[in-house]
């Protein structure tokens, strides 16, 4: 039905759901979403993979729902990965430019690249992004595209993101196990930022926040290009446990309670105001205060932003976010999370929504889907520069190639 | 069990129309009591509870029950606290209605005994269930009188907490910096039943005297209610025209207050002055201004009354509440070095504690009958002093760790946030 060649699947194996999403790549380079495919997630714990056999499962049934709703076959994905080990920092590459007419060629770009690169990693540390952000000539500040210009000292800004190599091969290797290639892996951060932000939002400098299940990624853009990216081993996970712990639930009922009661902020309203939780028989359990649980919660939601407000403080990067921040992923479903995140980063937030693709569009725009489609978009934006029909906009540069035929 | 009642106090007479009861328990909280009985706290009724015969007679106390049964053969509870709540438990309905009748009730007692730290925490709730509201003020044990009593006088607070409305407790151990090397045994025990007094004291002219800026009863309970807290109390009286600045440096200097570090970490301050018809509002203020300086994170509650008595005299009552008290509790009772080493420590400031254990009438009787029997009560198992918070889900995996906090335990429980 398909040529298969346009097809690109994003794969997400997260915390709480494992969600695969199949675009196909129109004539003009956009992307179509055609279909998606999502499984509950058991075994896996702040977005790592513990249990494989049943993440195995739980993969494989998200991957046959995505094959039967797009009618295709899967053989690829790019797969999303993330964890508290992964950071992510700016490296400088120099390069003196050393032909005679100190004209700056393809191959000098090439060669700063690398050296930027080149980095002292910890041995069992992998990267996963070099992410190019601008170009130095002779100290010229925001070059963009160096060749044809002169010079005699070359200089470039690369972000990386890096990674415990064994924690990323976990996942690799799952997927592998079910007969597909993965084309490249992905931070799930800078995934959901492809799929959230426009081109002038990343101009004008916006922070993408994804709470998942188990993890928060958040990543920075100023100036067009990604300047900051950082990994939260916290998530909606830990406010289902404060919750059990606190209101001494069960998780499973915890669960329940948080997405039918729970709130970022307390509500006036709900002072005093108890919910009853049956067993299966409909008979009363237990009593739950809800202003309990809001608390309990809402403590939680304050503190991710504020780890996250200092983080960036540290790196100074608060006066450059024009454009807001965005929030997705489960997390952003929490009520009033807009109204306890804009004090604390003092900036305007609003819940992300993911513009830039075509296709069940009412279905898939909601915050959990974020990030696979973002998968999907880099695939799309990767596919585009193999075949050489555009320019890559954001210079997203893998270096994962070699990292995947090792494994 | 006998509930003599000698001569019967007259009823309330004081402004207000507050009936207060005073509970001294034990041997310490009766020996208080007697020191208590005098025309300042006239219109109250003081009870004293005691297993002990002998002491219980000597004490000028006019209502006084005695906890008896045939298994302790007159010898009282011979320092074992769980005994003495199986006691007090099998003559609730004598404790609950001796507690009858009375809006507020004042507990006194020394932890760590048999009589203070399990007769207590019953009768606190005993007069919890006739409505009245609950107030304890409780001295700790010196440290030189051993773990044991250590670990029965903090059980018995913990319970103690859980039940009564406020706590006030007072470590014996702090009263070490008012003593010097020649006073006596029988000095330093004065002392510290005198502070503690002194303590009730302020409570109490807090609840009968009119005040011109109130504090309620509801507002004391509020602040020591749920904050899992040890609560610091200090009583100054200065004289003079620089009286308030007398006041305020004598609070600062207070060996209870920990020179005034105590008001830097407390969560909540109530602070009732009193004077005579010549206390000025500026007196007021710069008293009001000094504290607020030294405790710039805490909820302060004031409040001033005026009594015709005290001329020229201006006297401060000032409670404090804060967080993470159990282990500043046991850090007050251990030498500096360790003090510091727990200063730095992170502290989760719960504590799980086991709920009161509820007793048959076999184990009653069987708990009752182990005198003689004392290796066997050595080999109950003791709770282990550390702060153990499940992770729940993440117990296995790797925790979450930032700047040496483990963000895998709740947020409240990490910032202390009570919920009531």
Redesign the interface.
Known sequence: MFDDSNIIVGLEIGTSKVCAVVGEQNADGGLNIVGVGQSRSRGVRKGEVVDTAQAEDDVRNAIVEAEQMADVEIRNVYLGVTGGHIRGFNNRGVHPVVSADREISDDDVQDVIKNAKAINLPTENNVVHAIRQHFFVDGQDGVTNPVGMLGSRLEVDVHVVHGHTNRLQNAIRLVKGLQLEVDEIVFNGLASSLALLTNDQKELGALVIDIGGGVTDYVVYVGGVIKYTGVLAIGGDHMSNDLAYGLKVPLSRAEKLKVEHGSAIVNEAVKGQTVTITNELGLPLKTVNVEHLQRIMSLRVEEIFQLIAQDLENAGLFDYLRAGVFLCGGGARIPHIAKVAEPILQMPVSIGQTNSVSGLKSALDQPEFVTAIGLAKFGSFKQRKREGKTSLAAGIKGVFGKFLQRS | MKVKTESQTPETEMNSTRSVKFFGIGNAGMTLLDAMNCEEFAGANFVAINTDATSLAASSVTVKIHLETKLLRGLGTGGDPERGHALAEEQFSTLKSACEGADVIFIVAGLGGGAGSGISPVVARAAKETGALVLAFVTLPFSCEGNRRQQQAQQSLEQLKSVADGVICLPSQKTFKLIDENTSVLDTFRVTGNLLIEGVRGVWQLLTRPGLIQIHFDDLCGLLRDRHSESAFAFVEATGAARSREAVEKLLAHPLLDEGRALAESSAVLVSMTGGKDLTMAEVNRVMEQIGRHCDHAQIIMGATIDAAMKNKLSVTLITAKQNAVAKTEASANSPEEMSLRETAPRYGVRQTSPTPSFSLDQREQTISRRGRRAGSKMLQAQLPLAI??????DK??P?I?KGED??I????R?G?P?N
């Open positions: 918070v499940s992770k729940g889900r993440f995996s790797e979450t930032h963000l895998d709740p947020t409240y429980i910032r946030v919920l």
